[in-house]
């Protein structure tokens, strides 16, 4: 099972930002937060990961609590494009095969 | 940018038939990875595969199921004789290893099982 938690959906206003909230409150001292998006039935699309620092790249930026509890995803500028199910995701980073376990996710809709 | 790359983007098949499915990973890619998606359902683990070999399978990955990399740049899915069931979006992924071992996933196939 996925060890995240997500609202199942939010909207949000073209131009505006949008916060994506994820709870991982069973995650361990080795293991990352991955974003994924999946857009209609495509191929799941990495954006971001990070271990407890804030992590910012052209995509989005991710922001992490401190006892790593929790975090948010957020898009600066939302657009059109940007609807999509959005995956977090933890897993250990061993530096080999490890697989993703994905959960529900949360549809984002962004509107006009 | 490098991407993972499938094919077919869609297959129709007949109930008991063999399909494989084709995936180019990344080319200094070492871990390979395939899911598969039913309509409407979450992103589900098959197989894994480094060094020639599966490193871990989910139990959806029977023996009606087998993968290969049969030269230096494709990595195959084989499903010996599919079912109604075995109908989903097949999406490859690959990663390099190694301490930036981020996955990427290829568009996927559509499989149609009659």
């Known amino acids: 099972d996925a060890k995240t938690t997500q609202p199942p959906s939010m909207d949000c206003a073209e131009g505006r930002a949008a916060n994506l909230p994820c709870n991982h409150s069973?995650?361990?001292?080795?293991?990352?937060v991955y974003w994924y998006r999946q857009i209609h039935s495509q191929g799941p699309q990495y954006i971001i990961h990070g271990l407890k620092n804030n992590e910012t790249n052209e995509m989005a930026s991710l922001i992490i609590t401190e006892d790593r509890k929790s975090s948010t995803l957020i898009l600066p500028h939302a657009t059109l494009r940007d609807t999509a199910v959005y995956y977090c995701?933890?897993?250990?980073?061993?530096?080999?095969?490890?697989?993703?376990?994905f959960g529900k996710g949360m549809k984002l809709t962004v509107n006009p | 940018e490098p991407e993972v790359t499938q094919t077919p983007s869609h297959q129709v098949t007949q109930m008991g038939q063999e399909v494989i499915l084709r995936c180019v990973p990344i080319?200094?890619?070492?871990?390979f990875y395939w899911y598969r998606q039913i309509l409407g359902q979450k992103v589900e683990f098959l197989v894994s595969f480094y060094n020639n070999e599966i490193s871990e399978k989910s139990e959806i990955f029977d023996d009606q199921f087998s993968v290969e990399r049969p030269d230096g740049s494709n990595f195959t899915l084989k499903i010996r004789s599919t079912k109604l069931e075995d109908s989903a979006m097949y999406f490859c992924?690959?990663?390099?290893?190694?301490?930036?071992?981020?996955?990427?996933f290829g568009p996927g196939t559509r499989l149609t099982v009659l």
């Open positions: 995701i933890v897993r250990a980073r061993q530096g080999g095969s490890e697989k993703l376990v």
């Open positions: 080319s200094n890619h070492l871990y």
């Open positions: 069973t995650i361990s001292g080795n293991e990352y």
């Open positions: 992924a690959s990663n390099i290893g190694g301490t930036t071992d981020t996955q990427y």
